[in-house]
């Protein structure tokens, strides 16, 4: 079956960077296309970017455009977000996920940005 882990989260002060990854296990990887999504204390969760199969098709959330990069690696099954310039309001518990089993969640990586 379909897993997830999420790996990278942190402490970061404003302005710093973090590169969050998620090995993919339970499916053909390269199959897919691949979403990060995060969800801050009281909110819902939202989407942060997704990447085609490939890889050559990347779309972002309008608030992190041009912060964030998404990549992925189909020969380890995994997918990255390169998180640079970081702010507070991106503080939050981030979480990958596959149309190969679009219910299933992993537990995700929390990344909080203070001063």
């Known amino acids: 079956q379909v897993q997830l882990v999420e790996s990278g989260g942190g402490l970061v002060q404003p302005g710093g960077s973090l590169r969050l990854s998620c090995a993919a296990s339970?499916?053909?990887?390269?199959?897919?296309?691949m979403y990060w999504y995060r969800q801050a204390p009281g909110k819902e969760r939202d989407l942060v970017a997704w990447?085609?199969?490939?890889?050559?098709?990347?779309v972002y959330a309008d608030s992190v455009k041009g912060r964030f990069t998404i990549s992925r690696d189909n020969s380890k099954n995994t997918i990255y977000l390169q998180m640079d310039r970081l702010k507070p309001e991106d503080t939050a518990v981030y979480y990958c996920?596959?149309?190969?089993?679009?219910?299933?969640w992993g537990q995700g990586t929390q990344v909080s940005v203070v001063s």
């Open positions: 990447i085609s199969s490939t890889g050559v098709r990347t």
């Open positions: 996920r596959s149309n190969a089993d679009p219910q299933y």
């Open positions: 339970g499916f053909t990887f390269s199959a897919y296309l």
